[in-house]
């Protein structure tokens, strides 16, 4: 029982898959954190834009060619 134990303490085949793993969390939370603390200003941009694309001209784009 002892060896068993020694075997998965030593085993290191998955240490690279649960670093990735840990990584991809820390980036995930961060994210998560920056986007709450932002989403007022978030919101203004989407608003702005959404302002923007409705005061857009209804008819499409026709360049004169004539020069």
Known sequence: MKE???SFWT????QGLTEYALIIAL???ALIVVL???RNQI???FDRMSGALNA???EGYSPDFDG
Not at 11 to 14: A, I, L, R, T, V
Request: net charge negative; charged share 15%.
């Open 56 to 58: 857009a001209p209804g």
């Open 4 to 6: 068993l134990l020694k």
């Open 43 to 45: 919101g203004a941009v």
């Open 11 to 14: 085993d290191e085949s998955g």
């Open 27 to 29: 980036v995930s939370v």
């Open 36 to 38: 709450v603390i932002f």
